[in-house]
């Protein structure tokens, strides 16, 4: 089974072999893996994207209505926040599909056929190396952030609560730490859902800031990328 802190991110896998699909989703969800979403073909792809907002695709080379490669690109234009790791599934003697997929920026390739545990393996790589486990106490301008006793601790020692939604949203930032994460992903992080929320975060984000913030109407830690969503400037 995959460590604890894997178990959480969310798999597209695209593949127009329903077989081959089934098989990759039945895989990771037997080593522990509970957010996987599927697509047969770049449509559905890009529909499936919009629901999910997937933190690793797995994409086939050969699709019914293109390649793995122009999805790609499209997918990537769709992440507005953290750049989206893509593994391809590729023909063992495609030499050529191997070399562009690295030119496209692909984090790694699973060459047809391949075991189960070379593909799990694979997937555990590639999420530690762009998810990288973060610390639960981070140092910020005007406090440390506890983010497992749910606390900001002030230089004085005052240890100020945080809510349940607080610490979700502070959790997502955490994980992108100094990298801008889109609201439409904040929101869907602390209510599963990026639709009609966005006030909701904008006053979350405001009691935050008078928590974490030594004058929350100058934020030196949680700020605003306009248009885009907010940063979580971590030191050292």
């Not at 894997?6 to 080593?31: F, G």
């Not at 562009?100 to 391949?114: M, N």
Request: with cysteine; hydrophobic share 40%; glycine share 6%.
């Amino acid at each position: 089974m995959v460590e604890n802190s894997l178990r959480d991110k969310r798999i597209l896998v695209v593949d127009d072999e329903p077989q081959l699909r089934h098989m990759i989703v039945d895989v990771l969800r037997a080593e522990g893996f509970c957010a996987i979403s599927q697509a047969g073909s770049v449509m559905e792809a890009l529909a499936v994207f919009r629901e999910t907002n997937p933190q690793l695709a797995l994409l086939d080379v050969m699709l019914p209505d293109g390649d793995g490669f122009t999805l790609c690109e499209y997918l990537r234009s769709l992440s507005a926040g953290a750049p989206l790791p893509v593994m391809f599934l590729t023909a063992k003697n495609e030499t050529e599909d191997r070399l562009a997929g690295l030119r496209t920026g692909a984090d790694d390739y699973i060459p047809k056929p391949f075991s189960p545990q070379e593909l799990v393996l694979r997937v555990c790589a590639v999420l530690r190396r762009c998810y990288p486990a973060q610390p639960d106490t981070l140092q910020l301008a005007a406090c440390t952030l506890d983010l497992s006793n749910a606390e900001a601790i002030r230089p004085n020692g005052e240890r100020v609560s945080l809510t349940v939604k607080e610490r979700d949203i502070l959790t997502a930032l955490a994980r992108n730490a100094n990298r801008i994460v889109t609201s439409e992903a904040l929101c869907d992080a602390a209510w599963g859902d990026s639709f009609g929320y966005g006030q909701s975060l904008m006053t979350h984000v405001r009691r935050i800031r008078e928590k974490i913030e030594a004058d929350p109407s100058h934020p030196a830690s949680l700020v605003t990328a306009k248009g885009l969503g907010y940063k979580l400037v971590v030191r050292g």
